[in-house]
C-alpha cells in the first residue's frame, strides 16, 4: 500500500487546511488543521532529517484521535456505527452520551471529515470517494455534501408538490403507494393545483420540524419552537392551549394523514366544519396532503380542499408529488431504509434540508421508554400506536441520529 502523500502533497495540504475555514467547525478541527500541516511538512523531509526520523503512514492516520475531545470521538463514533449492529439500548446509551454534548453546525465540515478519514486510512485514490464515481485523482472536495446529494436526487424546491407547472393536463401519475395504478390530470384535477410554487426563492435560515412524539412532554421546547423562521409540523396535531409551552404554536406548514380525516372527521361525508374549525389553529399554514399516494386518498384530499375553501378557510391545501416522494425513496433506500412507505417525518425533515439552512428536529422518539427507562406516551398528546410493518421508526430515528453527530440536523435529545 502506497503513501497518498507521496505524488499528491500540495493538494493535501490544502485539503487539511480547507477543513478549518468551515462555519461552526469544533476546535479540534483547528487543531487538527495546523496538526495536519505540520506533519505533512515532515512527510516531505527525508529520513534523518531533524524532525522527522521515521515519517509514517500511522503519524498521519493518528492526529484526529489525539486532538478530538471527549464530545467528537462520541461523535465520530456514532457517525461511523452501523446500523445493522445496533440495539435499541445500544441507540439510547449513544443519545445519553450525547445529551450534555455541544452540538456544532459543521455538515460540510463532517462530511469532508469523513472522506479524509477514508483517505487516510485506505491511501487509495480510488477510496476516497467510494460510491460517487469519481477517478483517481479524487480529492476530498469531490465528496458530495449530503445536501448537495439530496438535492441532486430530489429537487424539493421545484417538485415536492404538484403544480400546474409540473404537472400539466394528461399527465398520467403512478400512485407512490401502489405503482401498479396511475390517474390522469384531467382538466377537473389541474384546476385543483396551484400554477407555481417553487421555493427556491424562499431559502430559511432556521427551520423546525415539529414531530409528535411523547419526548415533548414537559420539555417546554415550546417557545424555542415558535422563535425559528418556518416551523413544519405532521398529521394534524393539536397545538396552542395545554400544549403550547411544550410544542409552541407557530406553524407554517402541516400534514393531514388521510386516514385521521376519514377517522375523525367521518371522511367529509357528513358535517364538515369540525375539520375546517379544527384547522383554525395553524393560521395561513400550507396543509400539504398526500393525494396520490393510494388511491383512496384522492378523492378524500380532494374533499378536504374543497371543505377549506367553502369555509373560507385561511389553510391552502396543497398535495405531495408523488414523483419526489418516488426519488426520495430511492434516495434513503440508498443509504439503507428499505420499508414499504417513508414515514411523514422524514419526509418533512428531508423537505426542510433543503429549504433551510439549519434544521432542528423536535419529537422525534420511536421508543416505549425514555432515557431515563420511564414509560412514556406515543405521541404527546394521545398513546395511539401507528400500524405495524409500514415504517421503520427505529432505523430512521438511527439515520437521524448520525446526521445530528455529523451536525446535518439538530435533534431534540432533552428538555429545550
Not at 453546525?105 to 476516497?128: G, S
Amino acid at each position: 500500500m502506497f503513501l497518498l502523500f507521496y505524488e499528491e502533497k500540495p493538494k493535501m495540504r490544502q485539503m487539511f487546511l480547507t477543513l478549518s475555514k468551515f462555519s461552526g467547525t469544533p476546535e479540534f478541527l483547528d487543531k487538527v488543521s495546523d496538526t495536519a500541516e505540520r506533519r505533512i511538512n515532515d512527510s516531505e523531509k527525508n529520513v534523518g532529517d531533524t524532525g522527522c526520523d521515521k515519517c509514517s503512514y500511522s503519524q498521519v492516520t493518528n492526529f484526529w484521535d489525539e486532538n478530538a475531545t471527549d464530545c467528537a470521538r462520541i461523535y465520530k463514533e456514532i457517525a461511523s456505527s452501523p446500523f445493522e449492529r445496533q440495539t435499541e439500548e445500544d441507540v439510547i446509551n449513544n443519545i445519553t452520551k450525547l445529551r450534555h454534548c455541544q452540538w456544532h453546525k459543521q455538515e460540510l465540515a463532517a462530511e469532508e471529515f469523513r472522506c479524509v478519514q477514508t483517505v487516510l486510512k485506505t491511501a487509495i485514490y480510488i477510496q476516497a470517494c467510494a460510491g460517487y464515481g469519481i477517478g483517481n485523482t479524487a480529492l476530498v472536495d469531490h465528496c458530495p455534501p449530503f445536501r448537495s446529494e439530496l438535492k441532486q436526487c430530489c429537487n424539493s424546491a421545484d417538485n415536492f408538490v404538484v403544480t400546474q407547472k409540473n404537472t400539466p393536463v394528461g399527465t398520467e401519475l403512478t400512485y407512490e403507494g401502489e405503482p401498479k395504478r396511475k390517474i390522469k390530470i384531467t382538466e377537473q384535477i389541474f384546476r385543483l393545483f396551484p400554477k407555481n410554487m417553487s421555493f427556491r426563492s424562499l431559502q430559511y435560515k432556521q427551520c423546525a420540524v415539529v414531530g409528535n412524539g411523547g419526548n415533548l412532554v414537559n420539555s417546554s421546547c415550546g417557545a424555542e419552537i415558535d422563535r425559528v423562521d418556518f416551523v413544519f409540523r405532521c398529521n394534524l396535531p393539536p397545538v396552542g392551549g395545554k400544549f403550547t409551552q411544550d410544542v409552541g404554536l407557530k406553524t407554517n406548514l402541516v400534514t393531514a394523514n388521510p386516514s385521521i380525516i376519514a377517522k375523525s372527521y367521518a371522511e367529509l361525508h357528513n358535517r364538515r366544519k369540525p375539520f375546517y374549525t379544527d384547522t383554525i389553529v395553524y393560521n395561513k399554514a400550507l396543509l400539504l396532503l398526500p393525494a396520490f399516494s393510494y388511491p383512496p386518498n384522492t378523492a378524500l384530499s380532494f374533499r378536504a380542499l374543497y371543505t377549506l375553501e367553502d369555509f373560507q378557510a385561511k389553510q391552502k391545501v396543497v398535495f405531495f408529488n408523488p414523483i419526489y416522494i418516488q426519488h426520495l425513496t430511492k434516495f434513503w433506500l440508498s443509504k439503507g431504509i428499505q420499508v414499504k412507505r417513508l414515514s411523514t417525518g422524514l419526509m418533512i425533515v428531508s423537505l426542510a434540508l433543503e429549504l433551510c439552512e439549519e434544521v432542528c428536529v423536535y419529537g422525534f422518539w420511536p421508543f416505549a421508554k425514555s432515557i431515563e427507562g420511564k414509560v412514556m406516551l406515543h405521541h404527546y398528546y394521545d398513546n395511539q400506536l401507528p400500524k405495524p410493518n409500514v415504517h421503520s421508526m427505529p432505523t430512521e430515528f438511527q439515520h437521524l441520529l448520525q446526521m445530528h453527530s455529523k451536525g446535518i440536523i439538530k435533534l431534540q435529545l432533552a428538555q429545550c
